[in-house]
């Protein structure tokens, strides 16, 4: 046999796994930012002396600072599939005890907004017990719940609204800026960030979005549902109470009637939020920027001269939609 008809024997041994493709993104995740801008862009055209100034913009962030506090409130529970109706309630209880502590009892601010917070959070932590433990189905829960909470807070302003004899550091909080940008928004941003970093950056986070997927899966890969659950219900009420201080602060006030005007748009924008950079999940970025595509869209619409009612229409137009898109695209990632 010569070197000619020498015979290679193709390699028997398994050829190397091709690479993994990236994953794209789908182009309907950037559907929500694109347009939120193409609405600037055409409401500063139409309006451009009223909607396209840095008032207006200033406006816009300090009055939704509050929205954006209660949302995420509302992101931690929905992370779980659970829901919380009480956010607005919650948020009215720590609202009135923020102002209420020191002009009807005398307390120092610092205590009075610990108080609050802390009032809060205790109102989560039983909603999380009546749901996990108790086991009521947290729409009834959080619903009664939320009932309670207004009937607290009308019984402890007498449903009159608390202006008198409030330190003068609380508005001021709300009033004065911080480089240009009125303070609650920096409240806020900071917050977001925190809440991204939990959510996306910690097992805690990574946890409530598995109990989210599928409480049984999450319960044989060894978690504890319930513990998360009663937890994520726990931080719901904290960050609640930080709205109602946030509330008392932009507002000036004690207004007993407040918080259950947030809960739609609050639902609402965590839905239309979860149509953007996570692909039908919940995320914390998506639901800010949906406070604010929300707010573009009202307030356009109201500088080009569509009544003032057209708000809650809007917002439940907005949260049918947000649904609709959102349930689509976990059925398109599942």
Not at 36 to 53: G, I, N, Q, R, Y
Not at 181 to 194: D, E, G, Q, R
Not at 230 to 259: E, H, Q
Not at 272 to 284: D, E, K, M, P
């Amino acid at each position: 046999m010569t070197a000619s008809d020498t015979v290679v024997e193709p390699a028997t041994g398994p050829s190397p796994a091709p690479a993994p493709a990236r994953p794209r993104r789908p182009l309907s995740q950037w559907a929500l930012p694109a347009i939120t801008v193409a609405a600037a862009v055409v409401f500063s055209l139409l309006e451009p002396a009223t909607f396209a100034s840095w008032g207006n913009a200033r406006a816009i962030l300090l009055t939704q600072s509050i929205l954006v506090v209660v949302a995420i409130a509302e992101l931690f529970v929905l992370v779980t599939g659970d829901f919380d109706l009480s956010v607005g309630g919650n948020l009215a209880l720590g609202g009135i005890l923020t102002a209420g502590l020191p002009s009807l009892q005398g307390l120092p601010l610092v205590a009075a907004i610990l108080l609050a917070v802390a009032a809060c959070t205790l109102v989560g932590l039983v909603n999380g017990l009546l749901v996990n433990v108790v086991r009521i189905n947290a729409f009834i829960a959080t619903l009664s719940t939320g009932l309670i909470l207004g009937g607290v807070a009308t019984w402890y302003t007498n449903g009159k609204v608390i202006y008198e004899h409030i330190p003068p550091s609380l508005p001021a909080f709300g009033a004065t800026d911080v480089l240009g940008i009125p303070k609650p928004v920096w409240l806020f941003a900071i917050l977001m960030l925190v809440v991204y970093y939990v959510l996306e950056h910690t097992p805690f986070g990574r946890f409530l979005y598995a109990v989210g997927g599928s409480r049984e899966a999450a319960r044989l890969s060894g978690l504890n549902v319930r513990r998360l659950s009663v937890a994520a219900f726990t931080v719901s009420g904290f960050i609640c109470g930080i709205a109602g201080v946030t509330a008392a602060s932009v507002l000036g006030t004690g207004n007993p009637t407040v918080g259950p005007s947030y809960l739609l748009p609050a639902f609402a924008a965590v839905f239309l939020g979860a149509t953007s950079f996570r692909g039908g999940s919940f995320n914390v970025f998506g639901t800010v920027l949906a406070v604010f595509a929300i707010a573009i869209g009202v307030t356009g619409l109201q500088a080009v001269g569509v009544p003032y009612y057209i708000e809650p229409v809007f917002n439940g137009l907005v949260l049918l939609a947000a649904v609709a898109a959102s349930r689509r695209l976990r059925a398109d990632a599942a």
